[in-house]
Nanobody, 115 residues
Framework: QVTLVESGGGLVQAGGSQRLSCAAS????????MGWHRQAPGKQREFVAI???????NYLDSVKGRFTISRDNAKDTVFLQMNGLKPEDTAVYYC?????????WGQGAQVTVSS
C-alpha cells in the first residue's frame, strides 16, 4: 500500500509559476514510476508528466519547456515545477505512483490560472 500526500497549488496569474510536491509513504520500494495527471472542469483526466526511478521523464506536449518533473528518491517525493502558466493549465493536479500491479493516486491539488 502506498499513500500520496500532495501540497502546493492555488491561484496564480497567467505567466506565473507554481510548484507541486507529492510525498509518498508506505511500500516505497515497490514504486517504479511517479508522475502527475490533471483534470480540468468538464474534461477527462489527462497525463501531464512522469519520471522513472532512474530519472527518465516524459511530458504532455503542451507542457514541454514549461513544466519540469523531478524526484527526490531519498525523500520519496516527486515535484512538478510549472512555469509560464496559462489559463488552460487550470485543473486539479493528481500525483500518481505506479508499482508492478497498482497505480496509486493523491487527493489532488487545485491549480487555477487567471488571465
Amino acid at each position: 500500500q502506498v499513500t500520496l500526500v500532495e501540497s502546493g497549488g492555488g491561484l496564480v496569474q497567467a505567466g506565473g509559476s507554481q510548484r507541486l510536491s507529492c510525498a509518498a509513504s508506505g511500500s516505497i520500494s515497490s514504486i517504479s514510476v511517479m508522475g502527475w495527471h490533471r483534470q480540468a472542469p468538464g474534461k477527462q483526466r489527462e497525463f501531464v508528466a512522469i519520471i522513472t526511478t532512474d530519472g527518465r521523464t516524459n511530458y504532455l506536449d503542451s507542457v514541454k519547456g514549461r513544466f519540469t518533473i523531478s524526484r527526490d528518491n531519498a525523500k520519496d517525493t516527486v515535484f512538478l515545477q510549472m512555469n509560464g502558466l496559462k489559463p488552460e493549465d487550470t485543473a486539479v493536479y493528481y500525483c500518481l505512483a505506479q508499482t508492478a500491479t497498482t497505480t496509486y493516486w493523491g487527493q489532488g491539488a487545485q491549480v487555477t490560472v487567471s488571465s
